[in-house]
């Protein structure tokens, strides 16, 4: 900047020079010249070193503009690297992220439990990489994934018939894929099956008493429905069989102290 001064006040020196030149070539410059026209030149050639200065303070605000843009720039990019500094190991993430969309993908065959894969999930979430590239819109895939898998939708059969050898234990298996939560469809059909042929008892008020052709209804059920039956099963038994359980407990101990023994 230094310099561009130094060659602008130098131009103006050298078109003053030149303007006084002129005159040292006549023998007498003054004769020749009118004080209106040689007051018009001067006025032109201090004219054009003021427009030369004020080029020059243009020019100067113009550079400590761009020097306070380029310093905020500056400090943007290194606090842009600062935090991406903080987000973690990409190649990691990546990694990770396309082993648990798998898992999603393929949950029957995966082998992990939905409890587990929501877990991995939710570290995911936590990480600041989701946001970058396609990961929100395969974490939100992702998401209704899980949600599938943690309720699925309710089974196509309204109604079962029951078979020679059956119990709600063996069918709860078949239709919900949890024996346990044998308890909803005692429940549901305790009071009244849909259906039974002549001479077959149209109630169920024992569970383990059911007989063929009964026809059943099959509740619908969703994750947490199969837990709460699970649960009431586990009270009914409680409630029905404590000595047999007391017994049972009662022979193991002996048998523990006869080892010791």
């Given at each position: 900047m230094k310099l561009t ?58 550079i400590n503009n761009l ?195």
């Open positions: 001064k130094i060659l602008l006040v130098l131009f103006a020196f050298s078109l003053f020079l030149g303007f006084s030149t002129s005159f040292a070539q006549d023998e007498e410059p003054w004769e020749n010249i009118e004080e209106e026209e040689y007051l018009q030149m001067k006025a032109d050639k201090e004219q054009t070193i003021a427009n030369l200065q004020a080029d020059i303070n243009a020019l100067d605000e113009e020097n306070a843009t380029l310093k905020d720039k500056n400090e943007k990019v290194k606090k842009a690297e600062d935090e991406l500094a903080t987000f973690g190991d990409q190649a990691a993430y990546k990694k990770e992220f396309e082993k648990v969309e798998k898992i999603l993908n393929e949950k029957d065959k995966s082998g992990v439990k939905v409890e587990d894969a929501e877990k991995m999930l939710m570290d995911l979430e936590k990480s600041k990489l989701k946001c970058m590239g396609d990961y929100p819109a395969r974490l939100a895939k992702m998401k209704k994934e899980l949600d599938a898998w943690k309720n699925p939708p309710a089974p196509k059969t309204n109604d079962y018939t029951v078979l020679k050898g059956d119990c709600l234990w063996k069918i709860s298996g078949k239709v919900y894929n949890e024996p346990k939560a044998w308890f909803a469809i005692w429940e549901k059909n305790r009071d009244g099956v849909k259906s039974a042929p002549p001479r077959v008892p149209k109630t169920i008020k024992n569970p383990n008493l059911i007989y063929p052709d009964q026809v059943l209804v099959i509740p619908p059920l969703n994750a947490a429905d199969k837990q709460a039956a699970i649960e009431k099963m586990k009270q009914y038994k409680n409630k029905w069989y404590p000595k047999k359980r007391v017994i049972k407990k009662e022979a193991t101990e002996e048998k523990k102290e006869d080892k010791k023994n």
